[in-house]
């Protein structure tokens, strides 16, 4: 005979069938049980942190945590970067659909014990999903924090994953400021209430931070005198 592993998953709302479940009760109830591991874990976590399905973590160890990011199916293809393994999100990847996601090379290393990264569940945005594909690191910030997130990523489809807000990317060729007019038609083409703020190529971006960077450098230099 082959030993099975199970993996029994159970909801303590706290609501019982006729009457309210004492706190703690399918814990105390089962941890202690011959031949069982006992796991727990928030299923409605609000922040953009995961737990890698099937993974014991220490409770010690700093929380696993990572970039959150929504993208759309030409994601890949504006930014240049590369499907390492299987592939980034499709049409198909709708609100009906399978949750999916796409994690990063640093993830999947860090997080997935590197290998064969696709069909992995991740838990993110809010329940699981399954992992479709792993593509390139590319930088997420330019100055990381001290002992924060420097480079994994986990990406959701913007379908899957509704926004009050969005960046809308687009790669041209020529004057990047023809673009805004036909980009504000496209907008106000799926839907009439959409609007666009603001138009930057992504060097008007980037240096719009480094001046703010500068005015607070500049002010700190000042409280310094």
Not at 73 to 78: A, E, K, Q
Not at 137 to 158: K, R, W
Request: charged residues 20%; contains cysteine.
């Amino acid at each position: 005979s082959v030993p099975l592993p199970l993996l029994f998953v159970c909801e303590d709302n706290g609501i019982g069938i006729s009457t309210k479940t004492p706190a703690g009760w399918i814990e105390n109830s089962m941890r202690h049980r011959p031949g069982i591991r006992y796991f727990k874990g928030d299923g409605l976590d609000i922040y953009d942190t995961f737990r890698v399905a099937g993974a014991e973590v220490d409770p010690n160890a700093p929380r696993p945590e990572a970039f959150s990011l929504v993208a759309s199916p030409g994601y890949t293809d504006v930014f240049g970067i590369e499907v390492l393994q299987g592939r980034f999100f499709e049409a198909t990847d709708g609100p009906d659909a399978a949750p999916v996601a796409v994690v990063n090379r640093s993830f999947a290393e860090r997080w997935l014990g590197g290998g064969d990264a696709v069909g992995r569940t991740v838990h993110v945005q809010g329940g699981p999903r399954e992992v479709v594909g792993v593509v390139a690191d590319i930088t997420q910030v330019i100055f990381p924090n001290p002992g924060g997130v420097e480079s994994e990523a986990i990406y959701v489809p913007v379908a899957q994953a509704p926004r009050a807000n969005y960046t809308v990317v687009v790669a041209g060729s020529g004057d990047p400021s023809a673009l805004a007019e036909p980009l504000r038609e496209a907008l106000q083409g799926l839907d009439a209430d959409l609007t666009l703020n603001r138009v930057l190529t992504m060097q008007e971006f980037v240096d719009q931070f480094f001046v703010g960077l500068d005015i607070f450098n500049t002010v700190l230099g000042g409280f310094g005198l």
